[in-house]
């Protein structure tokens, strides 16, 4: 049974940082291109940033310089690093796994007070 599990979210104030997880389980962790999505109120999700098994990155321009994906291939966690949070950031976060079929976790709230 797969499953991705988001942790790390929470309250925090503008300018501030989180670091959110996603650990995997019941999957091919490695090969998989692992990524981050978020969704706010009223909002479509929109991608945050993937990573590749090679390591590839790809993040939104609205996030780029402040957030960073990064993978632990021997936890099967994915992580995203967000530094100088601004409050249009807030949303849920999903972490996604895109292999051989997709999976998606259930998501942890961030929000950025201003």
């Known amino acids: 049974q797969v499953q991705l599990v988001e942790s790390g979210g929470g309250l925090v104030q503008a300018g501030g940082s989180l670091r959110l997880s996603c650990a995997a389980s019941g999957m091919f962790f490695s090969i998989n291109t692992m990524g981050w999505y978020r969704q706010a109120p009223g909002k479509q999700r929109e991608l945050v940033a993937t990573m590749s098994s090679g390591g590839i990155t790809n993040y939104a321009d609205s996030v780029k310089g402040r957030f960073t994906i990064s993978r632990d291939n021997a936890k099967n966690t994915v992580y995203l690093q967000m530094n100088s949070l601004k409050p249009e950031d807030t949303a849920v976060y999903y972490c996604?796994?895109?292999?051989?079929?997709?999976?998606w976790g259930q998501g942890t709230q961030v929000t950025v007070s201003s």
């Open positions: 996604r796994s895109s292999g051989v079929a997709d999976y």
